[in-house]
């Protein structure tokens, strides 16, 4: 009869689901161990820093006689600004084209294989 001898392809499904729900759980795992791992030892020093800061803030709030909720307004806009890439004692523009050659060339020269 036709057909003897030859095999059908085996239908992919179930076995390769079970191997990607496999994969998934344990990088699910392995992600979640490098977290748990990285949070138990920045957590501390973020906190310490967190803290020497909010004294810094105090001390100059009562130094200079400025309240905290001012001050940490103005320390929001600067903030800002220096996201915006606005500099407090810039000598040129940020984006200007020597600065935005260097940043394309940059960009250029780190992508592809």
Excluded: C, K
């Amino acid at each position: 009869p036709a057909g003897r001898g030859r095999s059908s392809p085996r239908p992919r499904g179930r076995g390769d689901n079970g191997r990607f729900l496999l994969l998934a759980a344990l990088i699910a795992a392995y992600l979640s161990a490098g977290a748990t791992v990285f949070s138990a030892l920045e957590s501390p020093s973020e906190a310490a820093a967190q803290l020497r800061w909010n004294r810094t803030l105090h001390n100059f709030s009562r130094i200079f006689n400025i309240s905290l909720p001012e001050l940490r307004a103005f320390l929001r806009s600067y903030e800002a600004a220096m996201a915006a890439g606005i500099r407090v004692d810039a000598l040129r523009p940020r984006w200007d084209f020597p600065g935005a050659f260097y940043f394309v060339g940059t960009v250029v020269s780190t992508i592809g294989e």
